[in-house]
């Protein structure tokens, strides 16, 4: 079982809709839980990053953490075709460890 | 941007070849990891460093060794290539458990 779950998607949405995105993990010693966004053929570029349950803002962008059901979400509110990209999901408490990204488009 | 340098960025290799893949970082972070990035599977962890000479394995570590001599410098070896070790290789780096990972450019490994 893969400590973090992640679905790849695709994902295609028009312009202007709320996106959410989930992954879910199995390994209680994760503290801190980031997403970070990938464009081709680029490294990834840390998007948002929380280390309790709860919500945290950040313009359109809102990370979600549910520690108790072990579950972290991103919702990305009024999408535009420049938010196109994976976005992948990371936790760390020991070691760094990634989900295996969805791939959104968004379409104009 | 951090100053973390992957060297070579492509490479082409036979099978059977031993191949290190080179990860130099003039931030001075602790913790180094090395990934592979392959499509559907995101990046897995090969291998990390908590410090020099301090390494452990990843999930994906099979046909792969590390070194770290220098807090600089993280080194992926494969012993012997094989063509499913064909893959996009991403190295970072963090200060802290709590703190942001820093990647390199990526390095895009053929193995023919």
């Known amino acids: 079982q893969k400590e973090v779950e992640q679905d790849p998607g695709p994902l295609s949405v028009p312009e202007g809709a709320i996106v959410s995105l989930n992954c879910t993990y199995s390994n209680s010693a994760f503290q801190y839980f980031m997403w970070y966004r990938q464009y081709s053929r680029k490294g990834p570029e840390l998007l948002m990053y929380?280390?309790?349950?709860g919500n945290k803002e950040d313009g359109r962008f809102t990370a979600q953490v549910d520690k108790s059901s072990k579950y972290i979400s991103l919702f990305i509110r009024d999408s535009q075709p420049s938010d196109s990209a994976t976005y992948l999901c990371?936790?760390?408490?020991?070691?760094?460890?990634f989900g295996q990204g969805t791939t959104l488009q968004v379409k104009p | 941007d951090a100053g973390i340098t992957q060297s070579p960025r492509h490479k082409v290799t036979e099978t059977g070849t031993p191949v290190t893949l080179r990860c130099h970082q003039t931030?001075?972070?602790?913790?180094m990891y090395w990934y592979r990035q392959d499509p559907g599977h995101g990046l897995r962890l090969i291998h990390y460093s908590y410090g020099v000479k301090d390494t452990d394995k990843g999930e994906v570590s099979d046909g792969y060794s590390v070194s770290r001599s220098k807090t600089e410098d993280f080194l992926l070896t494969l012993e012997s290539a094989t063509s499913s070790q064909t893959s996009v290789y991403f190295c970072a780096t963090i200060t802290g458990w709590d703190t942001e990972a820093f990647f390199g450019q990526g390095t895009r490994l053929t193995v023919v």
């Open positions: 929380t280390y309790s349950s």
């Open positions: 990371a936790m760390s408490g020991g070691k760094l460890i």
């Open positions: 931030e001075n972070h602790r913790y």
